[in-house]
């Protein structure tokens, strides 16, 4: 489980995050939505360390995690799916994902077969470049990069900006599989509402750097989450 208490961050002298309160259980969907400007993907560069927060606690299993870059994160077993997917365009797909390796001990350094059978092409595209997939392919590589980290939670900064459809049915599909495994935390921020209702089992929407609203599923109507998170 990871827990959020506070948590503020400042870029410079403006400040972006103010208090958050979040919590996001192993095999749950937590869900951070809102309109465009308001601090999402702040709030994940907080979490992930990518940007250091400003003030506030992160709890990750019952313990506080001191302010640690990226790499630390990682190796307290933080995959993180940034916007924008971020692989290397130069090195191959399986070099893409052997990346992940820099946080495993050599005994798993291996990619297991459970990778391609969800998701297939990148089993075919193995000796392709990154940069010449498609975006649903990259997105596909990235997703599988962070899960080859064996993360305890998983970051998802809209995983399905610019897909084609049935790429986004296959991306839904693996976060529902991961959500079933019931090992990992999932943190979904996501602006297709329609996905992200139909995954999500606990919301967070965020208005100005602030939470405005959260509850579970069963709390919150769906009427009342797409109305706040329209405005």
Do not use: W
Not at 20 to 30: F, P
Not at 142 to 159: F, G, S, T, V
Not at 202 to 226: C, D, H, I, P, Q
């Amino acid at each position: 489980m990871l827990e959020t208490k506070g948590l503020t961050l400042h870029y410079g002298g403006s400040q972006i995050l103010y208090g958050i309160d979040m919590v996001a259980k192993a095999g749950e969907v937590t869900c951070i939505m809102g309109t465009n400007g308001v601090g999402k993907t702040s709030l994940l560069k907080a979490i992930s360390g990518t940007h250091p927060r400003s003030g506030g606690t992160l709890v990750l299993d019952g313990e506080e995690v001191p302010r640690v870059p990226p790499q630390g994160m990682a190796r307290r077993g933080l995959g993180y799916v940034p916007q924008g997917r971020m692989i290397f365009p130069l090195l191959t797909v399986r070099e893409n994902m052997e990346t992940a390796f820099a946080v495993l001990p050599k005994s798993e350094r291996f990619i297991p077969d459970e990778i391609y059978d969800l998701f297939p092409i990148l089993k075919e595209f193995l000796h392709r470049r990154g940069g010449d997939l498609s975006g649903g392919q990259q997105q596909q590589l990235a997703i599988a990069r962070a899960m080859l980290m064996k993360p305890k939670i998983l970051l998802l900064d809209e995983p399905t900006e610019g897909i084609q459809p049935n790429i986004i049915q296959q991306i839904g599909r693996v976060i529902a599989y991961l959500r079933a495994r019931g090992d990992i935390a999932i943190i979904l921020v996501e602006q297709y509402f329609d996905f992200a209702h139909d995954l999500g089992d606990r919301f967070y929407v965020l208005k100005r750097g602030a939470v405005a609203m959260e509850g579970t599923k069963v709390s919150l109507t769906r009427e009342a989450l797409r109305e706040v998170v329209s405005v």
